[in-house]
């Protein structure tokens, strides 16, 4: 048995809204060694086998000396994970709260509230269908400019020079699908035959790219996520990761989105499962999976995903990852054809500390009938599970856990 780690609390700054009010121990956590925390005034224990992320944005009343003291705050981009949320308010504890082994946390709302906030998850948002009218198209070109920011002049004088010295395509994706919308969107305007013959495909990565964005336009690292648009081969990768995480988020797991740090190991994303299990996740989007122009071979399935392994092994300094190669544009015949690869790799060479190859999709289902076309983008996700990974983590098949907090403390009416 390990020796628990004390942590002291400090009395509280500016106290958060949330105040337990214990008579004796305020928590009690059971199962793996955690820390002691102790009123940093008077070294009452105020909670043990506790973790360091498990209880945020609580203040405790110390029973012994009175002072109020806080509980670690959520950092900016801190996941949470499966919780009891306490309301704002003040709690009488009667007795210790008991926390069992299964790694539940207590948060406050206001952490919760400032999680969903940044997880995008706050703005309910339905699946959107884009209008490929003149007017859908203007506005969606004027959304991939203003994401483009400052690199949109720079971008557009280098189109203007390769366009000039016959290299056309050394465009930027983002500067000629803004010019490729406007150019169809004159044409709408002066065509009164009602027939539409553009490539509406292409135009849906518009609408798919500013509203995978816009989701995340409250997360700390959204500036750098930005940034990469203006980056030739970047974008697309950033894109799925965004429409990865919203997808790991949405089905109940904690999502940190990892700041890319110069040549230090880091994976991109890590998924948090409860307080104990935060699972390096690293996604790749291999260029012959965009949109390729032919159905996937066997060899180029089996090239991209050993090259992905390769690569993401370098990157991943944890004993335990999981990795997700995304696509763009592939027919549900090659997608689950890169799942069979995956499990062959798999029994071709044993990997111990790889959990599973998750497989992300990303296609645009566009409808036609009557009048313009609209669009919608489709996330696909297919999962290959390593039979012999090793490591705590395990993948459970069955129903999402679609809410990650679930059970609420209020506080009790006022006698
Ligand atoms: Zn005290």
Not at 271 to 300: C, G, N, S
Not at 345 to 363: G, S
Request: net charge neutral; hydrophobic share 40%; with cysteine.
């Amino acid at each position: 048995m390990t020796e628990m780690q004390t942590r002291g609390l400090q009395p509280a700054s500016q106290g958060f809204q949330t105040l337990f009010v214990p008579s004796e121990r305020a928590i009690e956590a059971k199962g793996f060694p955690g820390e002691i925390w102790i009123c940093s005034i008077c070294q009452f224990v105020i909670a043990s086998g506790v973790r360091y992320n498990q209880i945020l944005g609580i203040s405790f009343l110390c029973p012994s000396c009175g002072t109020v003291v806080d509980s670690p705050a959520r950092l900016p981009g801190q996941p949470l994970t499966l919780s009891i949320v306490a309301d704002a308010g003040t709690f009488f504890l009667g007795e210790p709260i008991m926390l069992t082994d299964d790694g539940v946390a207590i948060y406050s709302r206001d952490t919760v509230q400032e999680y969903e906030r940044e997880i995008g998850k706050a703005s309910q948002r339905d699946a959107s269908f884009a209008l490929m009218d003149a007017q859908g198209l203007r506005v969606h070109a004027y959304q991939l400019q203003r994401l483009l920011g400052d690199a949109y002049p720079k971008l557009k004088a280098e189109a203007e020079r390769a366009i000039s010295s016959g290299n056309p395509q050394r465009v930027h994706w983002g500067y000629e699908l803004v010019r490729y919308a406007r150019s169809v969107a004159r044409d709408l305007e002066t065509n009164r035959t009602g027939s539409f013959d553009f490539d509406a495909m292409r135009l849906a990565h518009l609408p798919l790219v500013a509203q995978t964005l816009e989701r995340w336009a409250q997360h700390p690292q959204y500036p750098a996520l930005k940034a990469t648009l203006a980056h030739d081969t970047e974008a697309q990768h950033t894109v799925a990761l965004l429409l990865t995480a919203a997808w790991l988020a949405d089905i109940g797991f904690g999502i940190e989105i990892v700041p890319a740090k110069g040549f230090e190991k880091a994976p991109d994303l890590r998924v948090m499962a409860d307080v104990w299990t935060l699972l390096d996740t690293e996604l790749k989007t291999p260029l012959v999976l965009r949109y390729p122009e032919h159905p996937i071979t066997r060899e180029v399935a089996d090239s991209a995903i050993r090259k992905c392994l390769s690569k993401s092994s370098r990157q991943i300094a944890s004993e335990s990852y999981m990795l997700f190669i995304g696509s763009y544009g592939l027919s549900p015949r090659d997608h689950e054809m890169l799942e069979n690869r995956a499990m062959h790799e798999f029994r071709r060479y044993h990997r111990r500390n790889l959990l599973a190859i998750a497989f992300v999709n990303i296609a645009n289902v566009v409808l036609t009938g009557q009048g313009p076309p609209t669009i919608a983008p489709q996330t696909v996700l297919r999962l290959a599970e390593n039979p012999f990974h090793q490591g705590r983590a395990k993948i459970v098949r069955g129903e999402p856990r679609d809410k990650l907090f679930h059970e609420v403390v209020r506080s009790p009416p006022k006698e």
